[in-house]
Every structure is written in C-alpha cells, then in structure tokens.
C-alpha cells in the first residue's frame, strides 16, 4: 500500500498534487458520477487542501481525486473521494486514502472526519472508520412565508460569526467562512438579540444549471431564530432549487427544512478515524453542514 506522492509510476498509474489548474478536470470527473459539486466549489477545496490534495492519472486521464483539509492542530476533513467508473475496484481510491491518511499522520493530526456516501462506506469502514450520525440530503424549491426576517451579514459581523462557528463545529475555520462571504456577500445573512450574533447562514448559488444552491453553513443558538435564517435564505432564493446538508442528530433542523416545502432526499455518514470518541461540538446549534467535502 506505500506510496508516495511523487510522479512515481506504479503500475499504470501514477500519483500528483491536484493543483487548482486541475479544478475544471476534476468537476468534470464529478459531474460524471452525478455530483453536483460547482467550479467554484472544486476551486476552494483545492485551495483550502493546499498540499493534501491528490489524484491519480492513467496517462493523461485523471482518474482518482482525493482532497485532505486541515483544521488546526487536532481535525482534519477528507472529501472529494472519486474513482473515474472505467477504473473502480482496482485499489485506486484506497491507494488515495492512504496516501491522504500518510499526509495527516505526518503532521500528527489525531482526529480525520468525513461524510460517507453509501458506496464509499465500506472502503472507510476497512480503513478504520466509524459511523457517527448521518448527515440528511433535504432539497427542493425555494419558496416564501411570512414571518420575521435576519438582516444581511456587514463586514464588522465576521468575528463574531466565526467564533459562533469556531463553538458549534468545535474548531476555528476563519479562512473558509471569509472566502464563502466574500465569494457569496449577497447571500450570508446574521441573526442578534441585544447586539449579540446569535445565528448565521451563509448560501453558495453558483448558477449551473442543474445545481441547486447550497444553504451552510447554518447555525443558531434557538429553533426559532434557525427559522428566521432559513426564511430569509429562501425568500431571496424563491424559485431556484436549494439543498441543505442536516445533522440527523438535530431533528429541529429537519423540522424546519420540512416546513419550509423541502424534502430527505439522501443521506450519508458522518465518520471518524482517531483515538477515543470523535472530538466535541455543539450538534444543537448546528442546522446545515458549510459542506459535505469539508466539513
Ligand atoms: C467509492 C469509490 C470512490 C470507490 O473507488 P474504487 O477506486 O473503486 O475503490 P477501491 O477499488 O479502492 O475499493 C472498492 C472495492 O474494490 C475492491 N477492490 C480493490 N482492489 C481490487 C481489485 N484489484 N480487484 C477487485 N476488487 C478490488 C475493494 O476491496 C473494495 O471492495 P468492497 O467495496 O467490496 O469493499 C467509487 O465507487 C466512487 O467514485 N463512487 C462515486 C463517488 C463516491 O461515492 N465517493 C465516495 C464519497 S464519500
């Protein structure tokens, strides 16, 4: 199973960084087995990856793509596990996992999570990883109620954005919500009682047809004030398909997806390789995932 990241020829195949260059060949490869992952989303993970983003090529065919991003010093994320359909059942993405595993092993990172999809779960399951809830695929058409409404992000909210984050996920990604912010500006949205952030959801709308725009990271302190962003998201999305990625483990968030006309679709599991239980976070804040790739 060793193998290095050099240009290395194993048999037939050989092992690169995925560089942001790489970005349309690997949406290409993921709009093949049915993803609906953006440019723009393959640019930012690639980035966000830096070093721990892998492929494999047959000659000039990428065929393999695996992307390590990391979270501080204690977690790291795996996403953008994909094998081309002509070249599954060989080894490739286990040969990739190792390599990513390699990468995280040697900056000393104790904690990797990912979200599973049904056909990837065994491969991680033989790797070491355990089941820790499933995160539910909700979607459908954005359409409007009345209600109260949150009131769009400025730029003097992010700290406080980033820290309600910081204590819902259980880790700083400051660089990640700046970059969504300003990819997105008109779509991330703040809730406050007496001056305080309470809530936050920021949207991903990247306009592809057949692409549905992605609300999460969504995170508020109470229920209702969740339903507030929710609202506000969908009012400014009416019409266009919306997808939210749920934590099971949080059945307010289903509650309200489910009121506001959107429907379970999938769902995938979340998992987690590393000593003892799978680091804290705070599940009852957390609505919808900032994405399935990353965390
Ligand atoms: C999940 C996925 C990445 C697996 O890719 P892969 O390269 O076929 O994976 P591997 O070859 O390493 O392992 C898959 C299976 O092939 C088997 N296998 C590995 N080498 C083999 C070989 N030489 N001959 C026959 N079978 C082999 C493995 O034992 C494994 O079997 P299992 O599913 O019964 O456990 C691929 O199916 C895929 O891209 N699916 C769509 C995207 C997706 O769901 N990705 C996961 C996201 S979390």
Not at 91 to 99: D, P, Q, Y
Request: net charge positive; glycine share 8%.
């Amino acid at each position: 199973m060793a193998i290095t990241w050099e240009d290395k020829p194993l048999p037939e195949v050989v092992l690169r960084r995925l560089w942001l260059a790489d970005a349309p060949r690997a949406h290409a490869l993921s709009r093949l087995v049915g993803w609906s992952l953006t440019l723009a989303s393959w640019e930012r993970m690639i980035l966000w990856g830096g070093r721990g983003c892998f492929a494999l090529y047959r000659g000039d065919a990428l065929v393999a793509t695996a992307i390590a991003t990391v979270y501080g010093r204690e977690r790291a994320w795996i996403g953008g596990v994909i094998t081309h359909p002509d070249h599954r059942r060989q080894g490739l993405a286990t040969r990739l996992m190792a390599v990513a595993l390699d990468y995280l092993r040697q900056r000393a990172i104790p904690h990797v999570l990912l979200d599973a999809s049904e056909q990837g779960r065994p491969m991680y399951e033989a790797l070491g990883f355990r089941p820790i809830y499933n995160i539910e695929v909700w979607a459908g058409r954005a359409s409007s109620y009345l209600g109260p409404r949150a009131r769009p992000l400025r730029r003097g909210d992010l700290d406080a954005v980033v820290a309600l984050d910081a204590e819902t996920f259980g880790v700083a990604r400051g660089r990640i919500l700046r970059r969504l912010v300003q990819d997105y500006p008109h779509l991330a949205w703040v809730d406050e009682e007496d001056g305080q952030i309470t809530g936050f959801l920021l949207a991903q709308d990247d306009r592809q047809d057949g692409t549905p725009a992605h609300l999460g990271p969504w995170m508020h302190r109470s229920p209702w004030g969740a339903e507030k962003l929710l609202r506000t998201a969908l009012s400014v999305l009416i019409g266009r398909e919306v997808r939210v990625d749920i934590p099971d483990r949080n059945p307010h968030a289903s509650a309200l997806a489910y009121a506001h006309n959107l429907r379970r679709r999938r769902a995938c599991t979340r998992m987690h390789l590393g000593p003892g239980d799978p680091p804290p976070e705070l599940i009852a804040q957390h609505y919808g995932v900032a994405a399935l790739a990353t965390g």
